[in-house]
């Protein structure tokens, strides 16, 4: 699994190295939520997420036409740093497509569907054990620590004469977690700071209930919760060091429904042609 991984990361730098166009960015998403943006025909996305525990996720994604994108992604915990490389799973799959365009027909936002089976953070895997209070428990469920956004419906609109872009929709996730919502909304804006900074901000997974050890663990009945009920708050700030390549680092879960501190990570994201 860490060859895997390893060989995933040098051929994604490789193809970057061959590559001498310049393409726009594309803000396709905002940090773990969709915008209703795809990618241009003939173009491709590639990004290296950095997060908690050594985790790293490569994710790709290609314009087949100017409204339909496809994707595929990869990763796991303990890539960086000295710790066991456990990779997810296995791999996840996405796909968009624009049923319309601003200004488009005389509509005012472009509207996309989509899916998207990649999770965040920490993946918990279904036989596995975790310490609670001290005590090994056995995993009955999979799921991510922040759901994959499933299939979801999103749209996005730019305010006339302003730097501001808003995102809004809803989502179903398919995961395993007991606390997961059937429909839940997800909202979002960015701001164009300068010609080279962009500000992200976003509302995740707004109806979740709270999530119990009782209800993922056999052999413990107590009430001590993983997840709060609620959305978690994330911003990010992305730099745009040139037309193809940006840095971005987020501030997750700023809500605390996870933990009583936020959590962090750190995006590269490159865009090119085909």
Do not use: W
């Amino acid at each position: 699994m860490k060859n895997y991984i390893a060989g995933l990361f040098i051929a994604s730098v490789i193809i970057i190295g061959m590559s001498s166009s310049v393409f726009g960015q594309n803000e396709i998403n905002l940090i773990d939520t969709p915008t209703a943006k795809l990618l241009e025909k003939g173009s491709y996305y590639l990004n290296f997420r950095f997060y908690q525990e050594g985790g790293l996720l490569i994710q790709g994604k290609a314009g087949l036409t100017d409204r339909l994108t496809v994707g595929a992604s990869y990763g796991g915990t303990g890539v960086v740093g000295v710790e066991t490389v456990k990779g997810n799973p296995e791999p996840a799959f996405s796909i968009k497509y624009k049923f319309g365009k601003e200004g488009e027909n005389n509509l005012p936002f472009d509207l996309s569907l989509g899916y998207e089976g990649q999770g965040y953070g920490k993946h918990y895997k279904e036989g596995d054990e975790i310490i609670i209070d001290g005590h090994p428990k056995k995993l009955t469920k999979s799921f991510y620590q922040i759901n994959s956004m499933g299939f979801y419906l999103v749209l996005t609109k730019k305010v006339e004469k302003s730097n501001l872009t808003i995102n809004g929709g809803l989502n179903c996730s398919l995961e395993d977690d007991p606390g997961k919502a059937g429909i839940s909304p997800f909202i979002g804006v960015q701001f164009r700071v300068t010609p080279k900074l962009i500000v992200k901000l976003e509302y995740n997974n707004a109806s979740h209930k709270k999530t119990k050890y009782k209800d993922i663990v056999e052999g413990y009945s107590g009430d001590k919760i993983l997840r709060k009920a609620g959305g978690e708050i994330n911003i990010g700030f992305k730099f745009l060091y040139s037309k193809d390549l940006s840095l971005e680092l987020a501030f997750k879960d700023l809500s605390h429904r996870y933990a009583s501190s936020g959590n962090r990570i750190f995006q590269i994201a490159y865009t090119g042609e085909f």
